[in-house]
């Protein structure tokens, strides 16, 4: 899969490029990341993308022209490209939509910064509108990165060994409790039935701590 990002802050991508999973399957070639400076579609000498709103108020505005310029050159290598745009007003990231991104051959990811991008490049350029969550942040970046992970985990090769993880939610459930060594600390016991050897046994009480963990932390992931 190849994701191209368009931002004002390429360099916040090292930290999913050269780093963990997502690193190692780019080496092995499953993943690519291509960052784009959205400033050299600027048509200034001082690069500006931005400009004051129409009808007043604070903040800026990012511009049509670089955006539109920006995504039509990168729709030049790739005509079948999905271009997504990270947004509080978004349909909300889930496993179920990481899982369907994950079957595309090409996403390509808009990064806001200010006020966001002018609307009538939601209207013409972007395809879908996907959000992280109910809450102000300063960027579309983090939301991007957020993507390419829970993207990216679904790809096939692309996490080493069978997730454990993965399985748990993918039945819409929390995690069970990990313990490791030692045995004991501070007076706090490792469940007895982890050291039993009885694999059966052990697969049995971590589902049932699965459910009970969603039924006490996460009423709402429980399916009707
Ligand atoms: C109004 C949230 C504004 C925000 C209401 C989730 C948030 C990108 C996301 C904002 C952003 C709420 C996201 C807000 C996001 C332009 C630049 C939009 C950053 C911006 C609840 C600022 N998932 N936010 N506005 O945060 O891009 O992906």
Same mark, same amino acid.
């Given at each position: 899969?190849?994701?191209?990002v368009i931002?004002?802050?390429?360099?916040?991508?090292?930290?999913?490029?050269?780093?963990?999973?997502?690193?190692?399957?780019?080496?092995?070639?499953?993943?690519?990341?291509?960052?784009?400076?959205?400033?050299?579609?600027?048509?200034?000498?001082?690069?500006? $993308?931005?400009?004051?709103?129409?009808?007043?108020?604070?903040?800026?505005?990012?511009?049509?022209?670089?955006?539109?310029?920006?995504?039509?050159?990168?729709?030049?290598?790739?005509?079948?490209?999905?271009? $997504?745009?990270?947004?509080?007003?978004?349909?909300?990231?889930?496993?179920?939509?990481?899982?369907?991104?994950?079957?595309?051959?090409?996403?390509?990811?808009?990064?806001?910064?200010?006020?966001?991008?002018?609307?009538?490049?939601?209207?013409?350029?972007?395809?879908?509108? $996907?959000?992280?969550?109910?809450?102000?942040?300063?960027?579309?970046?983090?939301?991007?990165?957020?993507?390419?992970?829970?993207?990216?985990?679904?790809?096939?090769?692309?996490?080493?060994?069978?997730?454990?993880?993965?399985?748990?939610?993918?039945?819409?459930?929390?995690?069970?409790?990990?313990?490791?060594?030692p045995e004991?600390?501070?007076?706090?016991?490792?469940?007895?039935?982890?050291?039993?050897?009885?694999?059966?046994? $052990?697969?049995?009480?971590?589902?049932?701590?699965?459910?009970?963990?969603?039924?006490?932390?996460?009423?709402?992931?429980?399916?009707?």
């Open positions: 899969m190849h994701f191209d931002t004002l802050f390429p360099e916040m991508f090292s930290a999913i490029k050269d780093e963990g999973v997502i690193a190692r399957s780019i080496k092995k070639s499953l993943l690519s990341i291509n960052t784009w400076q959205l400033r050299d579609f600027s048509d200034n000498k001082h690069r500006n $993308i931005d400009d004051a709103p129409y009808g007043g108020g604070a903040g800026m505005v990012m511009q049509v022209k670089p955006i539109r310029d920006c995504i039509n050159k990168i729709k030049q290598n790739n005509p079948k490209t999905k271009v $997504i745009y990270l947004s509080p007003q978004g349909k909300k990231l889930s496993h179920n939509l990481a899982k369907e991104l994950s079957a595309l051959d090409s996403l390509t990811l808009l990064c806001g910064r200010y006020e966001g991008v002018d609307e009538r490049v939601i209207e013409h350029d972007v395809d879908m509108e $996907i959000s992280i969550g109910d809450y102000v942040i300063s960027g579309g970046e983090l939301g991007a990165m957020v993507l390419i992970d829970a993207v990216s985990r679904q790809i096939p090769g692309v996490l080493g060994n069978q997730d454990s993880l993965n399985d748990s939610f993918a039945n819409g459930l929390l995690d069970y409790p990990h313990y490791t060594r004991v600390i501070n007076d706090q016991v490792v469940p007895e039935i982890l050291l039993s050897g009885h694999q059966a046994n $052990i697969d049995a009480w971590r589902q049932d701590q699965s459910i009970q963990n969603t039924q006490k932390k996460r009423k709402d992931l429980i399916k009707k």
